[in-house]
């Protein structure tokens, strides 16, 4: 940023109403894209990328003023005139270097290298977490946010420039809106004179780094916040806009994202309904990139949108994973997930640089790379944290791989928890370091635990991705080759509605009904369905099921008896004893069959079992038996 503030600059340049009008077409320079209608850049988009450049990061505070503003065009429009004046105040002040530094940048942490976020910001976590999940914002925590009178009135520049706009129309209409908002998102008190405050301090920070803005020329911005036609920006008014991300305003510390950047097909951003988030460590072990690269493929190969961070280690090895299951679905002519990055600075930022080659292979592959910072950004340490609540809000369950005590994968996590996602955490070897974090994750019960490869079919047990179909012999070809290649990969779908399927046939006896049903109970309670754990289970389902036999018999006999004396004092007595007599013969042949169930030996089990395995109703994964979809 230059030293000078020049109001001219903002002022001598077109009307900003006539960007109410803006319908301009952007330049097609990405991969795989056949709908034109995304490089269309209408003044919405382009209001909330300039509302972007005016912030650090998530802020509640401009989400609250979208929500009661017309559109984002009326703010930048009432901020640009503020701008004007306030840039005149300032010159008028005298250009403090420390007044600059503090409204302009108000960033506490500065920017560091690219290289050293790489390292530390996991070691930020513990540090930064508290602070970054309690300030701005407007519902709860404003007293932590504005300090008190005098503490206030002692940042005498920064009073001074918002004394020069109190009582300014621009300002009432943002005050307006402010109110609005609250109002909308369900602030209790949005009359309270501390939230005014708020605003005012933010519209200082905002219209300072609005001087800044490269051009208010709207053929040379939109070239800018595009990056030459390179990357694309969709809106919540954009039909690429993922809906989940509105789950973040209900968490009432953060906002969803004004807007997003991207390169690639901005399709995987809502082509899943259930995408899936793979973090971890970027030091992980090969242990870590093997579970992570493992359920991105599966989850891939079952068509579901595999989300992370595009770092070193295990977010490298779940996009891996996920494109390899892309490259071999291609090879059969079947479709599987993609996958998307999502990155803590400017998309001309990205990094590592030894990712290089994963990022092309993501946007060359129907994925995307995503961010909701402009461009030029440096993804410091604590952007990384505020990036973690988009990676969270996109996924419906999220896995963490492989994690240290202090790795930021355990940010992601309580994002996830706290936007009501499934979390799930792979335990490891308690003398490894590596292990720590998901191992406490599952001590806490913060997570549920990944006990096997076979657990993770259950996340996702049915797959949404259909073969594209030409004529009928291409379909007989891809359904033979889904045969050969991954059939390995279809174990059970769902156990209980597999069990339901299976045990509704006549041709299964009453043990091995039961068996089945242990199989789906061991699954659904999450244990590893062995050759005992099913027994066992199978032992419980008979033992209970005798016992409510024998409760039903002895109240079937005690109101047959009942039923018995009492018609019997009635003329027609043999027509009554006939009539018992036939009640009592119904009600033993019903439940003979399960009373005459007796508990099976450890042999007879075993027998059952493989007799169930040759008639491919289930399956034997290493140690787990796998109910089949007949």
Same mark, same amino acid.
């Given at each position: 940023?230059?030293?000078?503030?020049?109001?001219?600059?903002?002022?001598?340049?077109?009307?900003?109403?006539?960007?109410?009008?803006?319908?301009?077409?952007?330049?097609?320079?990405?991969?795989?894209?056949?709908?034109?209608?995304?490089?269309?850049?209408?003044?919405?988009?382009?209001?909330?990328?300039?509302?972007?450049?005016?912030?650090?990061?998530?802020?509640?505070?401009?989400?609250?003023?979208?929500?009661?503003?017309?559109?984002?065009?009326?703010?930048?429009?009432?901020?640009?005139?503020?701008?004007?004046?306030?840039?005149?105040?300032?010159?008028?002040? &005298?250009?403090?270097?420390?007044?600059?530094?503090?409204?302009?940048?108000?960033?506490?942490?500065?920017?560091?290298?690219?290289?050293?976020?790489?390292?530390?910001?996991?070691?930020?976590?513990?540090?930064?977490?508290?602070?970054?999940?309690?300030?701005?914002?407007?519902?709860?925590?404003?007293?932590?946010?504005?300090?008190?009178?005098?503490?206030?009135?002692?940042?005498?520049?920064?009073?001074?420039?918002?004394?020069?706009?109190?009582?300014?129309?621009?300002?009432?209409?943002?005050?307006?809106?402010?109110?609005?908002?609250?109002?909308?998102?369900?602030?209790?008190?949005?009359?309270?004179?501390?939230?005014?405050?708020?605003?005012?301090?933010?519209?200082?920070?905002?219209?300072?780094?609005?001087?800044?803005?490269?051009?208010?020329?709207?053929?040379?911005?939109?070239? #800018?916040?595009?990056?030459?036609?390179?990357?694309?920006?969709?809106?919540?008014?954009?039909?690429?806009?993922?809906?989940?991300?509105?789950?973040?305003?209900?968490? &009432?510390?953060?906002?969803?994202?004004?807007?997003? #950047?991207?390169?690639?097909?901005?399709?995987?951003?809502?082509?899943?309904?259930?995408?899936?988030?793979?973090?971890?460590?970027?030091?992980?072990? %090969?242990?870590?990139?093997?579970?992570?690269?493992?359920?991105?493929?599966?989850?891939?190969?079952?068509?579901?949108?595999?989300? +992370?961070?595009?770092?070193?280690?295990?977010?490298?090895?779940?996009? #891996?994973?996920?494109? %390899?299951?892309?490259?071999?679905?291609?090879?059969?002519?079947?479709?599987?997930?993609?996958?998307?990055?999502?990155?803590?600075? &400017?998309?001309?930022?990205?990094?590592?640089?030894?990712?290089?080659?994963?990022?092309?292979?993501?946007?060359?592959?129907?994925?995307?790379?995503?961010?909701?910072?402009?461009?030029?950004?440096?993804?410091?340490?604590?952007?990384?944290?505020?990036?973690?609540?988009?990676?969270?809000?996109?996924? +419906?369950?999220?896995?963490?791989?492989?994690?240290?005590?202090?790795? &930021?994968?355990?940010?992601?996590?309580?994002?996830?928890?706290?936007?009501?996602?499934?979390?799930?955490?792979?335990?490891? %070897?308690? =003398?490894?370091?590596?292990?720590?974090?998901?191992? @406490?994750?599952?001590?806490?019960?913060?997570?549920?635990?990944?006990?096997?490869?076979?657990?993770?079919?259950?996340?996702?047990?049915?797959?949404?991705?259909?073969?594209?179909?030409?004529?009928?012999?291409?379909?007989?070809?891809? @359904?033979?080759?889904?045969?050969?290649?991954?059939?390995?990969?279809?174990?059970?779908?769902?156990?209980?509605?597999?069990?339901?399927?299976?045990? %509704?046939?006549?041709?299964?006896?009453?043990?091995? !009904?039961?068996?089945?049903?242990?199989?789906?109970?061991?699954?659904?309670?999450?244990?590893?369905?062995?050759?005992?754990?099913?027994?066992?289970?199978?032992? @419980?389902?008979?033992?209970?099921?005798?016992?409510?036999?024998?409760? !039903?018999?002895?109240?079937?006999?005690?109101?047959?008896?009942?039923?018995?004396?009492?018609?019997?004092?009635?003329?027609?007595?043999?027509?009554?004893?006939?009539?018992?007599?036939?009640?009592?013969?119904?009600?033993?042949?019903?439940?003979?069959?399960?009373?005459?169930?007796?508990?099976?030996?450890?042999?007879?089990?075993?027998?059952?079992? =493989?007799?169930?395995?040759?008639?491919?109703?289930?399956?034997?994964?290493?140690?787990?038996?796998?109910?089949?979809? !007949?």
């Amino acid at each position: 940023m230059g030293n000078s503030i020049n109001a001219e600059n903002i002022r001598n340049v077109e009307n900003v109403e006539d960007m109410e009008n803006i319908n301009i077409k952007v330049k097609n320079q990405t991969n795989n894209q056949n709908d034109n209608s995304l490089f269309i850049l209408d003044a919405e988009t382009l209001s909330r990328a300039i509302l972007t450049f005016c912030l650090d990061g998530a802020d509640a505070i401009m989400y609250t003023l979208i929500l009661g503003a017309p559109n984002a065009s009326s703010i930048v429009q009432k901020l640009r005139m503020l701008t004007v004046i306030l840039c005149e105040k300032y010159n008028a002040i &005298g250009k403090n270097e420390n007044m600059q530094l503090e409204l302009l940048l108000d960033e506490k942490n500065t920017d560091v290298e690219n290289t050293s976020v790489e390292t530390d910001v996991e070691n930020t976590y513990v540090e930064n977490t508290n602070h970054y999940e309690n300030e701005l914002s407007t519902k709860e925590n404003e007293s932590e946010i504005i300090k008190d009178d005098d503490y206030y009135k002692k940042q005498t520049a920064e009073y001074r420039l918002i004394k020069s706009i109190e009582g300014n129309p621009h300002l009432k209409i943002l005050e307006q809106y402010f109110h609005q908002g609250l109002i909308s998102w369900g602030y209790a008190n949005a009359n309270n004179s501390k939230s005014l405050i708020t605003l005012h301090r933010s519209v200082i920070r905002w219209c300072m780094r609005l001087s800044h803005l490269p051009s208010w020329d709207v053929q040379k911005l939109i070239s #800018w916040f595009t990056v030459g036609g390179s990357q694309w920006i969709i809106a919540p008014n954009s039909k690429y806009w993922p809906n989940q991300l509105q789950d973040l305003a209900l968490h &009432g510390q953060w906002a969803p994202p004004l807007c997003l #950047w991207g390169l690639g097909n901005p399709e995987a951003l809502i082509q899943c309904k259930k995408p899936i988030a793979i973090v971890g460590s970027r030091g992980c072990d %090969d242990y870590g990139r093997e579970i992570a690269g493992r359920i991105a493929y599966d989850s891939s190969l079952k068509g579901h949108t595999v989300i +992370s961070g595009g770092a070193m280690g295990i977010d490298a090895a779940a996009h #891996w994973g996920s494109l %390899d299951a892309r490259s071999v679905t291609e090879s059969n002519n079947t479709t599987s997930g993609c996958t998307v990055a999502v990155f803590a600075g &400017g998309l001309n930022n990205k990094g590592p640089h030894s990712n290089e080659t994963l990022f092309k292979q993501i946007i060359n592959n129907g994925g995307a790379c995503i961010s909701e910072l402009c461009p030029n950004t440096t993804p410091i340490a604590r952007r990384f944290l505020i990036r973690n609540r988009i990676i969270a809000a996109l996924s +419906s369950k999220v896995i963490v791989a492989q994690a240290r005590i202090r790795s &930021g994968a355990l940010n992601t996590a309580l994002w996830a928890s706290n936007l009501n996602r499934e979390l799930y955490a792979v335990p490891g %070897d308690i =003398t490894s370091p590596h292990n720590t974090g998901c191992n @406490e994750l599952i001590h806490d019960g913060k997570a549920i635990m990944i006990c096997s490869f076979s657990d993770i079919e259950s996340i996702y047990p049915t797959k949404h991705a259909m073969p594209k179909q030409t004529d009928v012999q291409d379909k007989k070809a891809d @359904e033979e080759l889904n045969r050969n290649t991954l059939d390995s990969n279809k174990l059970s779908e769902n156990s209980e509605s597999n069990y339901e399927n299976s045990a %509704d046939s006549s041709s299964y006896n009453l043990l091995q !009904k039961y068996i089945l049903k242990g199989i789906a109970i061991c699954r659904k309670q999450r244990i590893t369905t062995t050759m005992d754990a099913v027994y066992n289970a199978t032992v @419980e389902i008979i033992k209970k099921d005798s016992r409510l036999c024998k409760t !039903k018999n002895i109240s079937d006999n005690t109101s047959n008896t009942t039923n018995t004396s009492s018609t019997n004092n009635t003329a027609n007595t043999n027509n009554t004893a006939n009539t018992n007599n036939t009640a009592n013969t119904n009600n033993t042949a019903g439940t003979a069959s399960v009373s005459s169930i007796n508990i099976p030996s450890i042999a007879e089990f075993s027998g059952i079992i =493989t007799l169930l395995e040759i008639n491919g109703v289930i399956k034997r994964n290493n140690e787990s038996l796998l109910i089949v979809k !007949k």
